[in-house]
């Protein structure tokens, strides 16, 4: 009898912790973001009354609504980019002309260089892309609850919350840019400026529309203290160049592009490549040079020689 009862306590103890496992596995990812309604919401009305207004009222409390319930009561490895549908239609505007700005390897520089939207308008200056930036999510089978304590990797799986999301969200910005495309890339990163597979690869360029874009422009920038791995016309940025051109673009790259190095500079101004050139002189301050002097003399003599002609004239 003694050996019974400790057999079923074996047995229970066992089967409790295998249903452990199950109900409670643990991913390798770090799990939803604490406060995540909150932020959200709180995202989506500060982009529509302080950001960028121009979008107009949206119901930011039904974007979230829409939000949630494109992963929560499922299994986490099952979320597909359509599921994501309702919350990006909710939260859809038009993105300028001229403004798109893509990228790989590169997030922080492209958002401030994008300055939330002043200069470009990136995806994650996008109101839908706003609101997601950053964060982390993910529900779980059979439970209106989220998990806090982790959520899966793309290594773990690829139909996850938050990288069916962001394809969603990726898809939707390149079917909605037009005019001069632009793409930055990071000359320094190891695994390639151009990643394929990457999301500008296969969500953003095969959603391109082709009859909308006037041209595509792209920077290779290296990181300060970078290596320079990759430039225009070489490696992966060549196979990018001519992925674009067979498609029928007009493309045009350029290295180190002025504008972005400048804004690398302001945590690097003592670095070699933030040392600034210029064919023209500098302009210098104290007593004029003597040559500046006599140009400005010669310049005297002919306005009265001009004066002394007029004068004649009249008289």
């Not at 804004?263 to 050139?277: E, G, M, R």
Request: hydrophobic fraction near 40%.
């Amino acid at each position: 009898m003694k050996s019974l009862f400790l057999s079923l306590v074996v047995v229970s103890v066992l089967f409790m912790n295998s249903f452990s496992e199950v109900q409670g596995k643990k991913w390798k990812g770090e799990g939803t973001t604490k406060n995540l309604e909150s932020i959200v919401i709180g995202r989506c009305y500060n982009y529509i009354r302080i950001v960028n207004p121009a979008v107009g009222e949206k119901n930011c409390s039904e974007i979230w609504e829409a939000f949630k319930n494109a992963f929560i009561n499922k299994d986490p490895c099952s979320i597909l980019p359509k599921d994501y549908e309702l919350v990006i239609n909710l939260s859809l505007h038009t993105i300028p002309p001229n403004k798109s700005l893509f990228w790989e390897n590169n997030q922080l520089l492209v958002k401030s260089f994008a300055d939330r939207g002043r200069r470009y308008m990136s995806l994650g200056d996008t109101l839908f892309g706003f609101f997601g930036d950053f964060l982390n999510w993910c529900g779980q089978a059979n439970s209106a609850g989220l998990d806090y304590e982790s959520c899966p990797t793309m290594e773990e799986c690829e139909n996850n919350a938050v990288d069916s999301f962001w394809r969603m969200a990726s898809i939707t910005y390149a079917q909605h840019s037009s005019g001069v495309i632009h793409v930055l890339l990071n000359g320094s990163a190891v695994g390639g400026a151009y990643p394929a597979p990457g999301f500008f690869a296969d969500y953003e360029i095969p959603n391109l529309q082709k009859d909308k874009i006037s041209k595509i422009v792209i920077w290779v920038v290296d990181d300060i203290e970078g290596p320079d791995i990759e430039s225009c016309g070489t490696h992966t940025v060549k196979i990018l160049e001519n992925r674009l051109k067979t498609l029928g673009y007009d493309v045009t790259c350029t290295d180190n592009y002025k504008s972005v190095m400048f804004l690398l500079c302001l945590d690097y101004p003592d670095d070699s490549k933030c040392t600034l050139s210029s064919s023209a002189p500098a302009a210098q301050r104290g007593p004029i040079s003597s040559d500046r002097g006599g140009s400005w003399n010669k310049l005297l003599f002919v306005s009265f020689l001009g004066f002394l002609f007029r004068f004649a004239l009249v008289y």
